[in-house]
Structure formats: structure tokens, C-alpha cells
């Protein structure tokens, strides 16, 4: 069986186009810092900036079940909200459709601990073999 490099390729950009329109449709809920630091108390301190992208122009509520927060706002393809946050534990942050209470995406910040060495490193001078 013989295909016409013309219809080959035809096809070809055809799944392409495809395969990007798919890729692109997903719902995206995006948190700017991912993780934070905890200080001394075990506390973190931040402000989230959290930011959904979705294929279609939606009314989205973002909320914050542990800190009882929630945030609606009007149709729009993109919405970016941003938070000050003092907590322990990780948050759970969820996007809303505002209509029906579905989830349409969610995301978590993730808490972590530095612990800095507890030993100093060693100089070597130059001089000592």
C-alpha cells in the first residue's frame, strides 16, 4: 500500500494539532512559594499566591479548608488570588466551580524544616598537606 507523502503529512500535522489541543485542556492550579520554610516555633509564614488556569471562562471559588478561607471570583479563564499564611501543618488548596461545588483542581503547600549542620566545616589551609 502506497501513501502520498502529501497525505502523510497532512495526517500527521492533523494528530499533532490534536494532541495538543488535549494536552492544553487540563484544569491547572498553581501555588507560588510550593514549599515553605518553617521557622524557629515550627511556624511557617508566607504569602500564597495561588493562580487556576482552565480552558473555559468559569466562576471559580479557591478555598483553604484548614485556615476556613474562601475566595470566589466572576468568569474569567485565569484567577490569581493572593493570601498571608501563618500555619503548622500542610495546606490543602482546592479550586472550585462556584455553580456547583465541583472540585476542578487542587494543590498543597508543602511544610519543611531546616536543620542547618551541627558541625563547622574544617579549613584547610593551603600550606597543610
Request: charged fraction near 25%; hydrophobic fraction near 35%; charge should be neutral.
Amino acid at each position: 500500500m502506497y501513501i502520498s507523502n502529501k497525505t502523510f503529512t497532512g495526517t500527521l500535522a492533523i494528530l499533532f494539532c490534536l494532541n495538543i489541543k488535549t494536552s492544553w485542556a487540563e484544569p491547572q492550579l498553581n501555588l507560588q512559594p510550593e514549599t515553605c520554610v518553617r521557622d524557629e516555633s515550627g511556624e511557617c509564614q508566607t504569602t500564597l499566591n495561588i493562580q487556576y488556569t482552565g480552558e473555559e471562562r468559569r466562576a471559580v471559588c479557591i478555598a483553604i479548608d484548614h485556615l476556613v478561607w474562601e475566595q470566589c471570583q466572576e468568569e474569567a479563564r485565569r484567577h490569581e488570588v493572593s493570601v498571608a499564611v501563618r500555619t503548622h501543618q500542610n495546606l490543602d488548596v482546592t479550586a472550585l466551580d462556584a455553580k456547583d461545588r465541583r472540585i476542578l483542581s487542587e494543590a498543597t503547600l508543602i511544610l519543611a524544616t531546616f536543620k542547618p549542620d551541627a558541625t563547622r566545616k574544617r579549613r584547610r589551609f593551603s600550606w597543610s598537606y
